[in-house]
Structures are given as C-alpha cells and as structure tokens.
C-alpha cells in the first residue's frame, strides 16, 4: 500500500465515526486532513505540465 492509500484509509475511520453521532472529529483526522492537501498541490503540478506537454509537444 502506497503512502497516498495508507492516509486516505487512515482519515476514513474518524469520518465514519462522525456519522455515527460522534461531535468532532479527532487531531489526527486534521493532521492526515493537512498531510493530503500538501501531497495534492505537486500532484496537480505535474497532471498540468503533462497535460501541457500533451498540448503543445515539444520537441525534446
């Protein structure tokens, strides 16, 4: 299991419990939370560079 995959099963165990009444969400599913939104800013970078590299194909 990637690190990716491992923090998105992390952060699911804390939000199920939410719906089951529980009021606030634990310190550690914010700390996943934060860990996955700054591994999702270079992956968006690079789906543009590879869709730009898609566009406008330079020549390497």
């Known amino acids: 299991m990637g690190s990716a995959e491992g923090i998105s099963l992390n ?10 009444g529980v009021a606030t969400l634990p310190q550690q599913y914010w700390h996943y939370a934060r860990y996955w ?12 560079a590879v869709y730009w590299l898609m566009v406008f194909k330079p020549a390497l």
């Open 11 to 20: 952060g699911t165990g804390p939000a199920s419990a939410n719906t089951s």
């Open 37 to 48: 939104e700054w591994l999702g800013y270079p992956a968006f970078v690079a789906m543009v």
